[in-house]
């Protein structure tokens, strides 16, 4: 599975992004997909994930009420909609596909990942 993530770019502080993954062939919709991101000189961190259903959804402490992800499987796409961002939302946005059953937060149990998307929210 190849994974292709778009969407990034600048943003006034309280603005609105909507990030895309795209995915390639014909097995996403089996897979639990997660938004992870990276900031300058920090280490890679959850973000949040759905079940392949999309059914269950996770979201880290500091994009809760915040953020949204969605999927749609017969796209092969996920989406991440990202509202009243802040200055520490500047990373750069990976998409990931994990081969687990369930939602899982830890990034080495991701086994796909996509080129990432920078996002950078200014103030």
């Known amino acids: 599975v190849q994974l292709q993530a778009s969407g990034g770019g600048l943003v006034q502080a309280g603005g609105s992004l909507r990030l895309s993954c795209a995915a390639s062939?014909?097995?996403?919709?089996?897979?639990?997909m997660g938004w992870f991101r990276q900031a300058p000189g920090k280490e890679r961190e959850f973000v949040t994930a759905?079940?392949?259903?999309?059914?269950?959804?996770v979201y880290a402490d500091s994009v809760k009420g915040r953020f949204t992800i969605s999927r749609d499987n017969a796209k092969n796409a996920g989406y991440l909609q990202m509202n009243s961002l802040k200055p520490e939302d500047t990373a750069v946005y990976y998409c990931?596909?994990?081969?687990?059953?369930?939602?899982?937060?830890?990034?080495?149990?991701?086994?796909?990942w996509g080129q990432g998307t920078q996002v950078t929210v200014s103030s």
């Open positions: 990931a596909l994990t081969s687990l059953s369930r939602i899982v937060t830890r990034s080495e149990l991701y086994r796909y």
């Open positions: 062939g014909r097995t996403f919709s089996t897979y639990v």
């Open positions: 759905i079940s392949w259903s999309g059914g269950s959804t």
